[in-house]
């Protein structure tokens, strides 16, 4: 069956280290995202990705680094520029960016600083 | 950026009560899309919308994109424990991304 799979579901991180989160999809979509929520809060978007190569920021970017080396894949690196890096990390992804038919999630990383 | 609001914030009902919940928006939109997520997990897509005044079915779910293209609304009919969860709206207008609401936590007693 195709989705998205993201590793690892928990994630530790001592203070001042960067940490990778990974997301791989087989639905042969070309738009990718990353999404951070907090209690109580929506979602955010941290990058997205249209195509392989390309990534733009989203509205809270600061402290997070991606790539999109392969279609399949955008990992998410979170850096110690990030201050308050404790949250649900989510990776999406569309046929499209701004596709109608929405985006299909990933199940979540919770990553906590130690 | 834009911004959505959802209301409730979060609402406890007794099992095999109807439920409604709505979005606004301060932007039209022309798609709007509700979630459900589980506690721990991803949202999963429950109704998508692409028409204003558009009034779509998943089951016990009943979703409307309001005709002023700034408002959705959800219903769910005679709740079970299952539904509990938080539910998400998002709307975007032509060739941007998505943007999410805060969400609707509901709890559903026995």
């Known amino acids: 069956d195709g989705g998205i799979t993201q590793s690892p579901k928990y994630l530790f991180r001592k203070e001042g280290q960067n940490v990778t989160l990974s997301c791989e999809q087989n639905?042969?979509?070309?738009?990718m995202y990353w999404y951070r929520q907090d209690p109580g809060q929506g979602l955010r978007l941290i990058y997205y990705s249209q195509i392989v190569n390309d990534f733009q920021k989203g509205d809270i970017a600061e402290g997070y680094s991606v790539s999109r080396e392969k279609k399949e894949s955008f990992p998410l690196t979170v850096t110690s520029a990030q201050k308050n890096p404790t949250a649900f990390y989510l990776c999406?992804?569309?046929?499209?960016?701004?596709?109608?038919?929405?985006?299909?999630f990933g199940s979540g990383t919770r990553l906590t600083v130690v | 950026g834009q911004q959505l609001n959802q209301s409730p914030q979060s609402m406890f009902i007794q099992e095999g009560e109807d439920v409604s919940m709505n979005c606004t928006s301060s932007?039209?939109?022309?798609?709007w899309l509700w979630y459900k997520q589980d506690p721990g997990e991803g949202p999963v897509l429950l109704i998508a919308?692409?028409?204003?005044?558009e009034l779509t079915s998943n089951g016990r779910l009943t979703a409307q994109f309001g005709t002023t293209r700034k408002d959705s609304f959800l219903n769910i009919s005679a709740s079970i424990p299952s539904d509990v969860g938080i539910y998400f709206c998002?709307?975007?207008?032509?060739?941007?991304?998505?943007?999410f609401g805060p969400g609707t936590r509901l709890s559903v007693l026995p």
């Open positions: 998002a709307g975007h207008g032509y060739g941007q991304n998505f943007v």
């Open positions: 919308l692409y028409k204003a005044g």
């Open positions: 999406a992804s569309s046929i499209g960016r701004g596709q109608a038919s929405g985006y299909t």
């Open positions: 639905l042969n979509h070309d738009a």
């Open positions: 932007s039209i939109f022309n798609t």
